[in-house]
């Protein structure tokens, strides 16, 4: 198993001028040799700023404190967002489109009749269709769905129109085939799934019998709602969904996913209902989603790349997490994430990062900007001692490098006395992490405090609290 080296020739000043070495702004100071440490920095962390650059083309600084051309880094960023946003809208756009019916393939609609069988024979017509296809789910109407899989590849681009309401059986023993999955969408190209409907997941009955909620229960994982699983071209949007049954909407091995105004909600005390997951998936833009939940708003885990989000509203739930990582000895990668525009509220984390010892990879190239937080528990919190688990995690050497993570104009206020708690691996400690005008005191009034463990950080502009 290769393990990862110690990143010691890393460390903050250096990443600093790599990132803004890779966009040669004009406006900023260049020299010959940060590109060979661009390229070393590359090969370091198996990241190529050119083919996912979305993240750091907004960087300001390059370690001084200086600002580089916001002018042109925006413009870098506004151009690249809308290639990439109509590269996935090419298909959407089409007038030679069929209509399909639900209804007309036997759907009730009735909130009480099980219309299974009609979305599965109406999505076999569509996916076959020679030419796109809208898929209509009726205004006014709920329908009732046991576990449903779409699969592809289709013939053409879809879309799915909802306008009613689907609901999920609450009877556990139609997952029994497959537990982990309500409505599943696999292995598609070029799918819209909108309308302004609602997707409920009807979760009450897994909540119960959590072992999270019933402690003599033995733990077992419930469905998720939503799940795309190796997709392209994806756009979700317009949509409610609640109630999961566990996570509400999962993006597995995905590329090239836009997902926007959802809003995504089920009571806090739900256990592990995540908002939006990404796993294993690349390209992917959040925005102007609005979630509350019981677990993370979203969860970005292992093997994600470029992992985009703005305009977020979170809360109640855990926040904005990277990870869990690292789970029982396991290598992991997560790289190029951006959130830009967050408002959480409430929330027992804000910006996580989480990973377990014992793991390795590396969770890199982070940006968090303007965040406002209100009555978060742990706003700004990197933890390398993950443990959820009924026993206790033994210590282990090993574990994920968390590097080059810069948290940027992020404001509000700290439910507890600690508002930044970083707990990094001593063995593997945290790399060039950046803080920069952030200004985090105790709800209530007070100043608040950092905590933090193994880091190599600067801070830049205001920081309160700082570490000691
Ligand atoms: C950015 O653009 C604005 C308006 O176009 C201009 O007034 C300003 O001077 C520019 N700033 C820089 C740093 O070039
Ligand atoms: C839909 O198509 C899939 C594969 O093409 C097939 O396995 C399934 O039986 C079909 N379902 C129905 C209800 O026709
Ligand atoms: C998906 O869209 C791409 C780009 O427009 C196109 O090349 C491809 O043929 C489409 N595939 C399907 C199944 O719609
Ligand atoms: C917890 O589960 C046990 C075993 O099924 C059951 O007897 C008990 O009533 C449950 N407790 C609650 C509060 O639902
Ligand atoms: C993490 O993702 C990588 C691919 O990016 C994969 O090789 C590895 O097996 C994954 N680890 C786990 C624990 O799933
Ligand atoms: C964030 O949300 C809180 C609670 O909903 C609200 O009071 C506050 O005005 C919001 N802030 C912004 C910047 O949207
Ligand atoms: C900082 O973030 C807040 C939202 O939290 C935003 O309103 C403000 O414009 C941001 N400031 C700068 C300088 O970007
Ligand atoms: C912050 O930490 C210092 C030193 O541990 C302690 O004296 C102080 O009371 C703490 N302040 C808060 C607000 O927790």
């Keep these: 198993m290769a393990h990862h080296h110690r990143s010691t020739t890393i460390f903050f000043p250096f990443f600093v001028m790599v990132v803004v070495s890779s966009f040669s702004f004009s406006s900023c100071i260049h020299h010959e040799h940060m590109l060979e440490d661009h390229n070393r920095f590359q090969e370091e962390i198996g990241y190529d700023f050119q083919a996912y650059p979305l993240y750091t083309s907004q960087v300001d600084i390059h370690g001084r404190g200086q600002l580089c051309d916001m002018n042109s880094t925006n413009q870098i960023e506004d151009e690249r967002i809308s290639s990439f946003d109509g590269l996935i809208r090419q298909f959407s756009d089409d007038s030679a489109r069929s209509t399909i019916v639900v209804d007309n393939y036997g759907a009730k609609g009735d909130g009480s009749s099980d219309d299974t069988k009609a979305f599965q024979d109406a999505w076999n017509q569509s996916c076959s269709s020679t030419s796109p296809v809208t898929f209509v789910v009726s205004r006014g109407k709920q329908y009732l769905l046991k576990p449903i899989t779409f699969s592809g590849p289709c013939n053409s681009p879809l879309t799915l129109q909802i306008y009613g309401t689907l609901k999920a059986s609450d009877n556990r023993g139609d997952y029994r085939v497959d537990g982990r999955h309500w409505i599943l969408f696999q292995r598609i190209k070029n799918l819209t799934v909108e309308g302004g409907g609602t997707i409920n997941g009807n979760g009450n009955i897994w909540w119960q019998n959590s072992c999270k909620i019933n402690k003599t229960l033995p733990c077992k994982e419930a469905p998720t709602a939503v799940t ?241």
């Excluded at 885990?301 to 977020?312: L, Y």
Aim: with cysteine.
């Design 228 to 468: 795309f699983y190796d997709c392209q071209n994806i756009i979700v949007e317009n949509l409610n969904i609640e109630d999961a049954q566990q996570m509400h909407i999962s993006f597995e091995q995905c590329s090239n996913v836009q997902a926007s105004n959802l809003v995504v909600k089920s009571p806090e005390k739900s256990p592990n209902t995540d908002g939006i997951h990404v796993a294993n998936t690349h390209n992917i833009q959040i925005s102007s989603c609005t979630i509350g939940t019981g677990d993370d708003c979203i969860s970005i885990s292992n093997g994600s790349q470029n992992v985009q989000a703005s305009d977020i509203i979170c809360g109640p739930g855990h926040g904005i997490s990277i990870g869990s990582l690292g789970a029982k000895n396991s290598e992991a990668r997560v790289s190029g994430v951006f959130v830009n525009g967050a408002n959480l509220s409430g929330t027992t984390n804000g910006i996580r990062i989480k990973t377990w010892q014992g793991g390795s990879g590396s969770a890199s190239n982070m940006k968090f900007q303007n965040i406002q937080m209100q009555n978060v528990e742990n706003p700004i919190i990197i933890d390398q001692n993950y443990c959820d688990q009924p026993t206790p995690c033994t210590h282990q050497e090993s574990a994920v490098q968390v590097k080059n993570v810069f948290y940027q104009n992020i404001s509000g206020t700290s439910a507890s006395d600690i508002a930044i708690n970083f707990d990094c691996s001593k063995s593997y400690p945290c790399e060039g992490i950046l803080l920069q005008n952030v200004d985090l005191v105790k709800e209530g009034g007070g100043a608040s405090n950092a905590s933090c463990n193994n880091i190599h950080l600067i801070n830049v502009g205001t920081v309160s609290p700082r570490c000691p």
